[in-house]
């Protein structure tokens, strides 16, 4: 089992910034492949950004590229998001997910995420 929490989100403005982070415990975490995804009211879960276990590669969403930064710290268990330049657009719920490392392949997919966080809001006001 891998457990995840998340923290960091909030109320900003249109054009302000965030930094989300995801403690994770239980099993190894350089097991695992780091994602973010996010769900706004009344829309389904989708994919933000992702990074590789050694943090060597990483994935993001064409909404998000040049915004967004995906990092990890290993020795820390922890992911993190960088959110710049937000947007009303980008209000929702933001989830940390971990997806075994042989399915890099599938990492924009959210059936295959073996575990998540609980999530946290993230509003952006205009």
């Known amino acids: 089992q891998v457990q995840l929490v998340e923290s960091g989100g909030g109320l900003v403005q249109a054009g302000g910034s965030l930094r989300l982070s995801c403690a994770a415990s239980?099993?190894?975490?350089?097991?695992?492949?780091m994602g973010w995804f996010r769900q706004a009211p009344r829309k389904e879960r989708e994919f933000v950004a992702v990074i590789s276990r050694s943090g060597g590669s990483t994935d993001s969403a064409d909404s998000v590229k040049g915004r967004f930064t995906i990092s990890r710290d290993n020795a820390e268990n922890t992911v993190y998001l960088q959110m710049n330049s937000l947007k009303p657009g980008d209000t929702a719920v933001y989830y940390c997910?971990?997806?075994?490392?042989?399915?890099?392949?599938?990492?924009?997919?959210?059936?295959?995420?073996?575990?998540w966080g609980q999530g946290t809001q993230v509003t952006v006001s205009s």
């Open positions: 997910a971990a997806v075994a490392s042989n399915r890099w392949y599938a990492r924009r997919e959210v059936g295959r995420y073996d575990y």
């Open positions: 239980g099993r190894t975490f350089t097991s695992y492949a």
